[in-house]
């Protein structure tokens, strides 16, 4: 491994004195999510000034929130979306190349119960081979009833045919974002994460800023931008009316949000190093069991939301839907009482032209992005694995648009990010840090606790907290626990556990309280069930 630069320290006072600075930046971004965060690092790469602003932490929304896969979309092959599912297939070989750290192949098994069903899907997954030509992962496979029991331990044997296997990819999602947030900031771009976007300013019908608090003090900045990025996710439509409102005029919302559940659940249920994928279920949804980080993650559903909660709870009948259907396909069903952690994202799904009921399973994955009158951009829809070429795809429409001056050609594609071997700045490990004598015991936090288990010892340790708040713009017990680790989506009672050590050692590190009581709550509900 070559040497690395030192990373980039990330403490808030020097961040908001850049921010107070009188400055015009050529792209203001508002939102830390997979889009916000690409559309920074590609700017940044190609020498535009960056400022990008995000309310919360960086990936608390969706995009800590995935089923934690790299693909092509196989379900959107069989939808006949060809064009998102060879842009996806290529995108895939970008993000494993780039962040081979936090992406890896990943094979899945396809179990056939119908004499027919490996031939159709093992047909339409040698399509998916074809799709991804050279940046195939592995080829597809035929199996017999022994071996898809082999690579699948406790899949269910009862009228089981066979199977087909493929490869796909697999990925740490909050891990990501965190690495494209300080991959961006080497470039010169400036983040902060708990600086909300209040309103934007407008001067002659044109957005020409925005009005910025520190949701932390309180204190009002404003930030002026030649060009105005809304990449807020399945918020987007807020920030569309405030600036269509400023300039006299109403809109239509473009999102239709749709929910995902996953529930994580031990190892013993599902061992192996293969994932399963079922790709129709009794509702006609696809079924996962994917391997993640020593535990098992079951799901997704694919429900309308019309409300936009933070933190949005599941519906019992997705809940019973996850354990139901597994209960068909796994020999030892995990029941309620076995869940670990219950998570849930809100998917930006953008709205047809012509809206046909709730069904969210029916509409495009695919990205959109507009320019209002006023010049506000707003990107949404998409899906993590595509997130870098959506950036591109923002850049080239605001120089289309005159927001944006000629623009070198992008270089994201092939431009490692932090923590990658051959990366130009970062670090993979705390002791290689210049005085990783300061950071204390690498011993783990949970290793103390009653009914710590193995594979959870190693998420959380002090020394990993201190770099988290030096390094990686930790704020909260939850930045720690949620996204800089993944032991709240793990284990839900493990990360209280867990809570007040954390919350000692980001005092330390921080010099202010650092309050546990909110993120127990938060915890609380990951680890029930309605």
């Known amino acids: 491994m070559s040497t690395t630069l030192p990373t980039l320290p990330t403490r808030r006072e020097d961040l908001l004195a850049r921010l107070r600075q009188p400055h015009i930046y050529d792209l203001a971004i508002i939102g830390g999510g997979a889009t916000g965060l690409g559309v920074a690092l590609d700017a940044a790469l190609r020498g535009l000034s960056v400022v990008l602003l995000e309310s919360h932490d960086f990936a608390k929304g969706t995009s800590s929130r995935a089923t934690k896969l790299v693909h092509g979309g196989v379900r959107y092959l069989a939808q006949g979306n060809v064009g998102l599912v060879s842009e996806a297939l290529h995108e895939r070989t970008h993000l494993l190349h780039n962040a081979p750290h936090l992406?890896?192949?990943?094979?899945?098994?396809?179990?056939?119960?119908?004499?027919?069903?490996?031939?159709?899907?093992?047909?339409?997954?040698?399509?998916y081979d074809l799709l991804a030509g050279k940046a195939g992962l592995g080829p597809t496979e035929f199996l017999s009833a022994g071996q898809t029991r082999r690579h699948l331990p406790s899949v269910n044997p009862s009228h089981l045919f066979g199977g087909v296997k493929y490869w796909d990819g697999q990925f740490d999602d909050a891990r990501l974002a965190?690495?494209?947030?300080?991959t961006a900031a080497a470039s010169g771009a400036l983040l902060l994460n708990y600086c909300e976007a209040v309103d934007l300013i407008h001067a002659e019908q044109r957005v020409t800023g925005v009005q910025v608090r520190d949701t932390e003090t309180g204190e009002q900045l404003e930030v002026r931008a030649r060009c105005v990025v809304n990449a807020t996710g399945v918020w987007v439509d807020a920030l569309r009316q405030q600036d269509s409102a400023a300039c006299g005029r109403s809109i239509q919302p473009i999102v239709a949000p749709s929910q995902?559940?996953?529930?994580?659940?031990?190892?013993?249920?599902?061992?192996?190093?293969?994932?399963?994928?079922?790709?129709?279920?009794?509702?006609?949804?696809?079924?996962?069991?994917?391997?993640?980080?020593?535990?098992v993650i079951l799901g997704t559903t694919d429900t309308p939301r019309h409300d936009l909660a933070r933190e949005p709870e599941p519906f019992a009948e997705e809940v019973a839907f996850i354990l139901g259907e597994s209960a068909r396909y796994l020999q030892r069903a995990p029941q309620r009482r076995d869940v670990r952690s219950v998570w849930v994202g809100l998917r930006p799904l953008v709205k047809p032209a012509q809206e046909?009921?709730?069904?969210?399973?029916?509409?495009?994955?695919?990205?959109?992005?507009?320019?209002?009158?006023?010049g506000l951009v707003t990107v949404t829809g998409g899906k993590w694995t595509t997130y870098r070429s959506m950036a591109e795809d923002v850049l080239e429409k605001c120089v289309r648009g005159g927001l944006l001056p000629a623009l070198p050609p992008a270089s994201s594609a092939g431009h490692r990010l932090v923590g990658a071997p051959d990366s130009s700045v970062g670090l993979t490990r705390i002791s290689e840090a210049p005085g990783a004598?300061?950071?204390?015991?690498?011993?783990?936090?949970?290793?103390?606790?009653?009914?710590?288990?193995?594979?959870?010892?190693?998420?959380?340790?002090?020394?990993?907290?201190?770099?988290?708040?030096?390094?990686?713009?930790?704020?909260?017990?939850?930045?720690?626990?949620?996204?800089?680790?993944?032991?709240?989506?793990?284990?839900?009672?493990?990360?209280?556990?867990?809570?007040?050590?954390?919350?000692?050692?980001?005092?330390?590190?921080?010099?202010?309280?650092?309050?546990?009581?909110?993120?127990?709550?938060?915890?609380?509900?990951?680890?029930?069930?309605?």
Request: without cysteine; charged residues 25%.
């Open 103 to 127: 992406a890896q192949p990943l094979p899945f098994v396809m179990p056939a119960y119908r004499w027919w069903e490996a031939p159709f899907y093992g047909t339409g997954l040698k399509l």
């Open 178 to 182: 965190l690495v494209l947030a300080r």
């Open 260 to 295: 995902g559940v996953h529930l994580v659940v031990d190892r013993h249920f599902f061992p192996g190093d293969h994932a399963l994928l079922i790709p129709k279920t009794a509702d006609g949804r696809v079924l996962f069991a994917v391997p993640w980080l020593g535990k």
């Open 356 to 374: 046909e009921g709730d069904d969210t399973k029916a509409i495009s994955r695919e990205h959109t992005v507009a320019i209002s009158r006023s």
């Open 437 to 530: 004598h300061l950071y204390g015991t690498e011993r783990s936090m949970l290793e103390r606790l009653p009914g710590a288990t193995r594979e959870l010892a190693p998420h959380v340790s002090e020394a990993m907290v201190r770099f988290a708040a030096r390094f990686e713009y930790a704020r909260t017990v939850e930045d720690v626990l949620a996204r800089r680790s993944r032991l709240l989506f793990l284990d839900a009672h493990a990360a209280m556990a867990a809570a007040p050590a954390v919350s000692a050692v980001l005092e330390d590190e921080l010099d202010r309280p650092v309050p546990v009581t909110e993120f127990q709550a938060l915890a609380q509900q990951y680890a029930s069930l309605p």
